[in-house]
């Protein structure tokens, strides 16, 4: 179930109700989540999964659902699974035939898309990439041809070397948009191209702070010769096939 990614008020009535009357609250951060139920006056069980652990509570986890017992998945911010914990636990429920309720709420690519003004009909969500500057521009060099919107996630760390590899593979003109702090207090949208945002980010050390999304117009015109050098290489690839 999704919770707040800054303003605490950004909850439902529905998932208030979820994290009151489960039995117990699966969550990434037993802190993190307190902070939350604290500020909702609402008192539960908390567990810990995690990256690290979550693989291993899922036959314990299904053992409880089987007894009749009901867990909230939260992670840290948003939707669980959206780039945060929660896949192998979900699917390992799934497998098993078990019920999966979601409890809708907040995310950020949705959040970030509903404010930019970019094209929405069809868009790509492409979460974080590599830290590494090599392997981020080769994930990059991927979507040169594509012609949705692009959502990355990224945070202050690389929100800036990230701008400048972006603009170096889709062009310092392409249109683009990023979102910082939505939701919060300083929230910011820097609109133009990936150029004019990556100087106004840059000139100031106080906007390269905070949590970021990162959201770029499809190609515009994707080059032809590029969908018949994919056609043929699936030909080959299909000669080889036994
Ligand atoms: N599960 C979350 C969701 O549903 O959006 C995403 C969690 S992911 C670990 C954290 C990343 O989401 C951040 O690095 C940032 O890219 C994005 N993000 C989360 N909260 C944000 C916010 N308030 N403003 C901008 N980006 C945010």
Redesign the pocket.
């Known amino acids: 179930m999704?919770t707040p990614?800054?303003n605490l008020n950004d909850i439902t009535e529905r998932a208030k109700t979820t994290l009151t009357e489960v039995d117990m609250i699966a969550c990434e951060d037993t802190r993190h989540t307190g902070k939350l139920l604290h500020h909702l006056g609402i008192q539960n069980k908390l567990i810990a999964v995690h990256d690290h652990n979550e693989r291993d509570k899922i036959d314990w986890i299904a053992s409880c659902l089987e007894k009749g017992q009901s867990i909230a998945l939260v992670?840290?911010?948003?939707?669980?699974l959206?780039?945060?914990p929660g896949y192998p636990l979900v699917s390992g429920l799934r497998e098993r035939g078990m019920k999966v309720q979601p409890v809708p709420g907040?995310?950020?690519?949705i959040t970030?898309l509903s404010g930019a003004g970019l094209p929405t009909d069809r868009f790509t969500f492409e979460g974080?990439l590599a830290h590494k500057s090599g392997a981020k521009r080769e994930r990059l060099e991927t979507l040169i041809q594509e012609t949705r919107t692009m959502v990355f996630?990224?945070?202050k760390h690389r929100i800036l070397d990230t701008l400048k590899v972006m603009a170096e593979v889709f062009g310092a003109d392409r249109k683009a948009s990023v979102?910082?702090?939505?939701?919060?207090t300083f929230e910011t949208y820097y609109s133009g191209n990936l150029a004019e945002i990556t100087e106004e980010i840059s000139a100031d050390h106080q906007q390269q702070k905070?949590?970021?999304?990162v959201m770029i117009t499809g190609n515009p015109e994707p080059d032809s010769a590029g969908a018949v050098d994919s056609e043929k290489l699936f030909k080959l690839l299909l000669k080889e096939l036994p």
Do not use: H, M, N, Q
Request: proline letters at 3%.
């Open positions: 999704a990614i800054g992670s840290d911010a948003g939707t669980p959206i780039s945060d907040v995310s950020a690519i970030a974080f996630y990224e945070s979102a910082r702090e939505l939701t919060k905070g949590e970021f999304v």
